[in-house]
């Protein structure tokens, strides 16, 4: 017994450092760190055009779909309700989406305007190089289960905090 009635305890971890070593190989880590260098690219690409990856995904979303609630398109995009919200405020602010009014007055279904189909069909070129882009990167990444010693070997993005950008080729037609 230690002064105060307290008793110390020593306990002995039973992760070895090999155990911690393996969590270099998350998949669910490389997942989001993926996802991140995927949404930098594309948001590099349309830059130019004034949106960013997730508006154009909303804009083309609602395009593919004729109009949605907003709770049907959180469902189709994977985004939470209140998320997806301040992406549509956004683009109700630039008129490029409209909300109508449903029966249930805790939804409401929204749809592109003529100026949002506008900027869809500018923007789209954008999106189609970055598609490109990005497939030709992935598919150039070097193959899983190599011989890894380093996580720079890895595949998936580079371990880095850099938010450096790359220049954005022109597209044809721009000057």
Same mark, same amino acid.
């Given at each position: 017994m230690v002064a105060g009635g307290f008793r110390c305890v020593?306990?002995?971890s039973v992760?070895? %450092?090999a155990k911690i070593a +393996?969590? %270099?190989e998350c998949l669910c880590l490389d997942a989001r760190s993926t996802a991140r260098l995927l949404t930098r690219h594309y948001d590099e690409w349309l830059r130019p055009t004034g949106l960013r990856s997730t508006q154009f995904s909303v804009l083309a979303a609602l395009a593919n779909t004729g109009g949605a609630t907003v709770s049907r =398109?959180?469902?189709?995009l994977g985004l939470e309700r209140t998320t997806l919200s301040r992406s549509l405020a =956004?683009?109700? /602010?630039? +008129?490029w989406v409209l909300s109508d009014a449903t029966e249930d007055a805790r939804e409401r279904r929204v749809r592109l305007s003529g100026e949002?189909? /506008?900027q869809l069909e500018r923007s789209y070129p954008a999106w189609e190089a970055a598609q490109a882009a990005a497939i030709e990167m992935l598919a150039s990444a070097p193959e899983a289960g190599? +011989?890894?010693e380093?996580? +720079?070997n890895r595949v998936g993005p580079e371990r880095s905090t850099s938010h450096e950008t790359r220049p954005v080729p022109q597209l044809p037609g721009e000057r």
């Open positions: 020593y306990t002995h992760l070895s %450092r +393996a969590t %270099r =398109l959180a469902d189709i =956004l683009l109700e /602010e630039q +008129a949002g189909w /506008e190599a +011989a890894e380093e996580p +720079a």
